[in-house]
């Protein structure tokens, strides 16, 4: 298989009374004034957006329509403990008009699709829930 690169995420951040982020393409343009848990946030949305594809990819693989396009609820909490911080996640999952059973089994599917679930594997702990 030969890689391909398919996108490049490039953005710019400052620190800050008057921080924020901004994307290349202007797209994300955001005020983020310090301390704020906008490092957590911003990875729950861009790992929730990502695994909710691969939740669509593990469906489409196996055949299976989803009545309605999943729903992601990600929760990510930074954590202290003796002075060492560390992640853990929460993914909570809508698949309406799926069994348990076959929702179970997209979501583990997902998590071999998702780039964000491979580069966390093993790094910390993620739940992932089926609502």
């Known amino acids: ?5 398919i996108f490049t995420g490039k953005t710019h951040n400052t620190s800050g009374r008057n921080g924020g982020t901004r994307s290349s393409d202007g797209k ?5 004034s310090q301390p704020h848990p906008a490092a957590e946030q911003l990875f729950g949305a861009a790992w929730s957006a990502c695994y909710m594809g691969a939740i669509e ?3 489409s693989q196996r ?3 989803l009545p ?4 992601v609820d990600a929760e990510i909490d930074l954590n202290v403990d ?4 560390f992640l853990r996640a929460r993914l909570n999952v809508s698949l ?3 069994d348990r059973e076959l929702g179970e089994e997209l979501l583990a599917a997902a998590h071999g699709i998702c780039p964000y679930s491979k ?3 093993g790094n910390i702990d993620v739940t992932t829930s089926l609502i």
């Open 68 to 71: 309605a396009g999943p729903e």
């Open 28 to 32: 994300l343009d955001l005020k983020l």
């Open 96 to 98: 309406p008009g799926i």
């Open 82 to 85: 003796d002075g060492s911080y």
């Open 1 to 5: 298989m030969t890689e391909k690169l």
């Open 119 to 121: 580069a966390t594997h």
């Open 63 to 65: 055949n299976v329509k």
């Open 57 to 59: 990819l593990a469906a």
